[in-house]
């Protein structure tokens, strides 16, 4: 059987491995099988998290609209179902923004809301 040299493709994986998991805290940064499963983790973490960011903007937009809408007298569920019949495809984070940086828009929308 022939002999198997593999320090080259070792290193490298090795490597690869310890460049990933750069900036960790303590043994997590440089001792082998610590750093593997916290480099695993961290991708873990990295491919789930993506999908919750979505979430908790969509949240945090709801959360905006809702305070202005209040400020309107009109509650968040109000105003969209308002804004649903009355025929105005506006998405939240839109919405969100006209709050913040437009209040007369806003104030607006929730006359088209209302009507």
């Known amino acids: 059987m022939p002999r198997v ?14 460049k990933a998991s750069k ?6 940064k440089n001792l082998l099988r610590t750093a593997v499963n916290a ?3 961290a991708r873990e973490y990295q491919y789930r998290d993506r999908r919750v960011r979505k979430r908790d903007f969509r949240r ?18 109000r105003l969209v179902h308002g804004l649903d ?6 998405n939240r984070k839109i919405l969100s923004q006209i709050a913040i940086e437009d209040p ?10 209302r009507g």
Do not use: C, P, T
Not at 63 to 77: E, F, M, T, W
Not at 85 to 90: D, N
């Open 39 to 41: 480099v695993q983790k």
């Open 85 to 90: 019949k009355a025929g105005v495809e506006i």
């Open 5 to 18: 040299k593999r320090a080259v493709i070792r290193r490298k994986r090795l490597y690869k491995l310890f």
């Open 104 to 113: 007369q828009g806003f104030s607006d929308l929730v006359a088209v809301a």
């Open 60 to 77: 945090l937009w709801i959360v905006r609209i809702n305070a202005a809408a209040r400020q309107h007298g009109l509650s968040y569920s």
């Open 23 to 28: 900036g960790f805290f303590g043994g997590r």
